[in-house]
């Protein structure tokens, strides 16, 4: 069965800070990708998602994430995180066949201090 | 519009009970999926139901059901509860079924079980 790893549990960073967090998934065949984002209080919700094409994907609130096959990662970055980047942020990964549901991974709580 | 709407927000229950968790999904969309999500642990796949029938089901002992209606709404019920099935139960909804879904979520039920 797929799985996915979050690296980081907890990440703290300075207003204007670089982020990146990691995202490992086990699957070998072909893939989607997503990166959900739950800020405090409301619903979860999708960042950006890849299914094909160019491996580097643009997002809202100007998040993107890089698909780098040969090292099974799906990487989030921003290259300058704001207070309201606050949030809890998933990564998860559906096989590209059938009707397979998401696995998600534990989740990265990003705390943006000022 | 009206997102995915699920009720109730808050729910307490004692072992050996029942509870029944409802979800109204997005107009228009016709796949319903549900989650659970354990405190520091990721949204974890339980059904999925697309125009009434069950098309996936997660790794979850029998006593958790669930039913998709004429509407589209659907019901989770989770027979004897167990303390640990204290977790917070998202709905999804998307337009089709298919792994490359955009999933919609609501903002969970909250469930203690005492």
């Known amino acids: 069965a797929q799985s996915v790893s979050q690296h980081n549990h907890h990440v703290i960073l300075s207003e204007a800070a670089s982020l990146e967090l990691g995202c490992n998934y086990s699957?070998?065949?072909?893939?989607?990708l997503f990166w959900y984002v739950q800020y405090p209080g409301q619903h979860l919700q999708l960042l950006l998602k890849?299914?094909?094409?160019?491996?580097l994907v643009k997002g809202i609130k100007g998040f993107e994430a890089e698909f780098i096959k040969s090292k099974f990662s799906f990487n989030l970055r921003k290259p300058s995180v704001q207070w309201s980047d606050t949030a809890e942020y998933f990564c998860?990964?559906?096989?590209?066949?059938?009707?397979?549901?998401?696995?998600f991974g534990k989740g990265t709580r990003l705390s943006v201090i000022a | 519009d009206a997102g995915v709407t699920q009720s109730p927000t808050h729910l307490i229950k004692t072992r050996g009970q029942h509870v029944t968790l409802r979800c109204s999904p997005i107009?228009?969309?016709?796949?319903v999926s549900w989650y659970q999500q354990v405190l520091g642990q990721g949204p974890q796949f339980i059904f999925q139901?697309?125009?009434?029938?069950?098309?996936g089901r997660g790794n979850f002992p029998d006593r958790f059901s669930a039913r998709q209606f004429p509407n589209y709404s659907s019901e989770l019920n989770v027979n004897a509860l167990l303390l640990g099935d204290s977790a917070l139960y998202l709905c999804?909804?998307?337009?089709?079924?298919?792994?490359?879904?955009?999933?919609?979520f609501g903002s969970g039920t909250q469930l203690s079980v005492l």
């Open positions: 999804a909804s998307s337009l089709w079924q298919g792994s490359g879904e955009k999933l919609f």
């Open positions: 699957y070998g065949g072909t893939v989607n």
């Open positions: 890849y299914f094909s094409g160019d491996p």
């Open positions: 998860a990964v559906n096989p590209n066949s059938g009707n397979t549901p998401l696995v």
């Open positions: 107009s228009g969309h016709k796949s």
């Open positions: 139901y697309y125009e009434k029938e069950e098309r």
